[in-house]
């Protein structure tokens, strides 16, 4: 972690040269003064953190067949320490590495998002050796949690490192709530203290010199820029590349929804995506037809407001064309849709609900009379069974890291405590500013460095459209495929779709083939 050294320094310097006092005689004690210093003792008592310590690393000896060959590797469950300036520890975080016997093996480092989420999802999703189905529609929290080959893993082609930040996984803080606030739970600590577990990561196992890439699903995607960035310029470790998953890049583009398009544009090309899909029209031409539009008419339209009578009209005519609902209810919106209002609506003659992660994705709505949807998001609730079970059994049985504490495959606690900043006077170094600003310049730094944004057609949590618009307006750094924005069926977890994932991993093959 950065030492903030600064700032320490200053405070001696001003105690050296602070003008000469002589000392008092001490004031006797006050009555109540010892119940006072009790009181504090069994406070400070209180704040203790006494979690039980992390076991020591273990490996295993494992195999995947990936085209009628099969692959062996080792899965190491282990950790590293947190540690603060004085080289006290912190906090415990848990990684989970794959690797396979070689030279010249790559090594990639995975983070999901929330912030609150542990690694599990790209681990048992997307690209670890093995994975568990869930996300999709028909998927159900009480299917057997059995982790069978992963056709579409990256382990091919790298070795895999797979973090949990703390409060998520077993990973914990050992520093009571209010420290752990300054310390890990806002954007600028988070990145730090993740940076320095990559960089111990690559210290402890001798892999410095191997090729490295990134990788961050949603929040993680906010993190990937920050901490390859970090990485660079602070402590000395350069990634070869980045591959952002449904990245939330710039937090800022979906405010102010009274005065800018911006909103209405990131989230009008993913609902036309579901409906296209619901009828089996989606591809890329259809949806180039549906960004150009967003791009040119519809942001004009939204733009004249009253000056032009008509300009409601062709919205509300072409909106309701693209998102296949009532017009009625396009009309009420004014052909702004509102993304919970959208998923009630899109689905309520059934008595469902879609997910904001992929809008096709539902789940029945058990308060259907309500005013506004009453439950949480449909893909979130059934997501947290299936991976929490085939994780746990995966690190205490078959591993066999043995390790009595909470698991915590999407933690809501990390999600209340979190804050833009440790400081709230430097609100603009928190997430309100997103990570646009490190993408660019770590790019601009590395002239051989290669990133990959990918997302889901149908995702209204981070859309696509938000990605695509931020990297046009990067300047052409050498090649313009140096950064690239790509798309497939499906939503925020669209590798839950076996063609969806196969369309990733070639994407991401050949941005490695690039090195």
Not at 158 to 173: A, M
Not at 241 to 259: I, K, T, Y
Not at 270 to 287: F, P, Y
Not at 354 to 376: C, E, H, I, K, L
């Amino acid at each position: 972690m950065l030492k903030n050294v600064l700032p320490a320094t200053m405070l001696a310097c001003g105690l050296l040269v602070a003008p000469t006092t002589f000392a008092k005689d001490p004031e006797p004690a006050k009555a109540g003064d010892a119940a006072k210093s009790d009181d504090k003792a069994h406070k400070d008592k209180d704040d203790e953190i006494n979690l039980p310590p992390f076991p020591a690393d273990k490996t295993v000896r494992q195999s995947v067949t990936l085209d009628g060959r099969e692959l062996k590797y080792d899965a190491t469950v282990g950790s590293l320490p947190v540690l603060d300036e004085k080289g006290k520890t912190i906090g415990s975080v848990m990684f989970t590495a794959y690797t396979v016997p070689g030279a010249n093996r790559p090594v990639t480092f995975a983070l999901n998002g929330g912030p609150g989420a542990a690694s599990v999802y790209l681990n048992l999703g997307a690209i670890g050796p093995k994975r568990v189905q869930f996300g999709a529609e028909g998927d159900s929290p009480s299917d057997p949690a059995t982790p069978i080959d992963n056709p579409g893993t990256w382990l091919s082609f790298t070795d895999l490192v797979f973090i949990d930040p703390v409060g998520t996984g077993f990973s914990y803080s050992q520093v009571p709530e209010e420290e752990a606030k300054k310390r890990f739970y806002n954007p600028k600590s988070d990145v730090e203290y993740l940076s320095r577990i990559v960089f111990d990561w690559l210290v402890k196992n001798e892999r410095l010199t191997s090729r490295k890439y990134l990788v961050g699903e949603s929040y993680g995607g906010f993190r990937g820029p920050r901490i390859a960035h970090f990485l660079q310029t602070h402590l000395g470790v350069a990634m070869n590349g980045e591959v952002l998953v449904s990245p939330f890049l710039d937090p800022g583009a979906s405010s102010n929804r009274d005065l800018s398009p911006l909103p209405w544009m990131l989230t009008l090309p993913s609902i036309s995506a579901a409906n296209l899909e619901r009828q089996g029209k989606l591809n890329d031409a259809a949806m180039a037809s549906v960004v150009e539009y967003t791009r040119t008419e519809y942001v004009q339209d939204l733009l004249k407001g009253r000056a032009d009578a008509q300009a409601i009209e062709r919205i509300v005519k072409r909106v309701t064309e693209l998102s296949g609902l009532d017009p009625n209810f396009v009309r009420r919106s004014g052909g702004r849709l509102e993304t919970q209002a959208y998923l009630r609506e899109v689905y309520r003659s059934e008595g469902k609900l879609g997910s904001r992660y992929d809008s096709n994705v539902t789940a029945y709505d058990p308060f259907p009379f309500a005013p506004t949807q009453q439950n949480n998001d449909p893909i979130l609730d059934s997501i947290i069974a299936p991976t929490t079970t085939a994780m746990v059994d995966f690190v205490t049985h078959t591993v066999g890291w043995k390790y009595s504490g909470r698991y915590n495959a999407l933690s809501y606690e990390v999600g209340n405590l979190w804050t833009d900043s440790p400081d709230k006077e430097k609100q603009a170094n928190g997430l309100e500013r997103g990570s646009a600003k490190e993408l660019r310049e770590s790019v601009a730094i590395d002239p051989k460095m290669h990133v990959l944004i990918v997302h889901g057609w149908d995702d209204l949590s981070c859309p696509f459209m938000a990605s695509v618009l931020i990297v046009d307006q990067m300047p052409v750094m050498g090649k313009a495929e140096r950064v690239q924005v790509k798309e497939y069926p499906g939503g925020h977890m669209f590798y839950s779709r076996p063609e969806s994932q196969a369309l990733l991993k070639s994407d991401v093959m050949k941005m490695y083939a690039a090195h």
